[in-house]
């Protein structure tokens, strides 16, 4: 779970001020974010390419 400390850096990254309500609030869902991307890890992508886009993408100014 996200600490009130690392909310408080993000907050002061973003240059935002948040209230003790709203620190709590964002407390929880940061947890909850990275609570999900632990869950990703899990994921077997052994075999997988890897790729930055799912459809190729061409630049469409160069000839």
Known sequence: MASELD???VAQLARLYLTADETKLFQKQLGDVLKYAEKLNEVNVEGVE???HAVPIFNVFRA
Do not use: N, S
């Open 50 to 52: 890897a790729a930055a």
């Open 7 to 9: 909310v408080a850096y």
